[in-house]
């Protein structure tokens, strides 16, 4: 009686990423070695920083965009807009009292960060509108009124 280690089967530790490299590697071979990698991991971590999350939604008059910005002081962000492009920029600090060896875990990202999103239609840069509350960052964006939606009477 022969005695064989067990072995869990492959689908036991399905990993995602690396079906994408796999995924990769054959497109890479087929098309004669170009480089079908995708740019996050060819970058470094320090350089691929970090975004907030935001939702963007249409109210009749206006745009609103959320952020998500926990743990960022409302005074280390900068709201501005140019021409369709809403720009949120800032920075999460990391606190002063841990140093880096007393971590055990770290998976919340500090440092700077830059989100620009264009806008569906032009807004009124002048009259925009930021909120700040429990680390969501509101901006009420208002339509131009070219933007807005125009009723057409019918004659008859």
């Known amino acids: 009686?022969?005695?064989e280690r067990w072995r869990p089967p492959a689908t036991m530790y399905w990993r995602?990423?690396?079906l994408l490299e796999e995924t990769e590697r054959l497109m890479e071979e087929a098309f004669g070695g170009w480089p079908f990698?995708?740019?996050w991991?060819?970058?470094p971590a320090e350089e691929m920083g970090w975004a907030p999350s935001v939702e963007m939604y249409e109210k009749e008059d206006a745009f609103i965009v959320r952020a998500e910005l926990p743990g960022v002081n409302k005074?280390?962000?900068d709201i501005s807009v140019t021409g369709d492009i809403l720009t949120i920029k800032g920075e999460r600090k990391a606190p002063q009292e841990v140093k880096s060896e007393e971590y055990h875990r770290c998976e919340v990202c500090y440092g700077p960060f830059?989100?620009?999103i264009p806008m569906p239609a032009s807004?009124?840069?002048g009259k925009v509108e930021a909120s700040y509350s429990n680390g969501i960052l509101e901006i009420r964006l208002p339509k131009a009124k070219e933007a807005m939606p125009h009723r057409i009477q019918i004659r008859a």
């Open 1 to 3: 009686m022969v005695l």
């Open 114 to 116: 830059s989100r620009s």
């Open 75 to 77: 005074d280390d962000v």
């Open 37 to 39: 990698r995708t740019t």
């Open 123 to 125: 807004v009124e840069a």
């Open 16 to 18: 995602p990423s690396r």
């Open 41 to 43: 991991r060819r970058m």
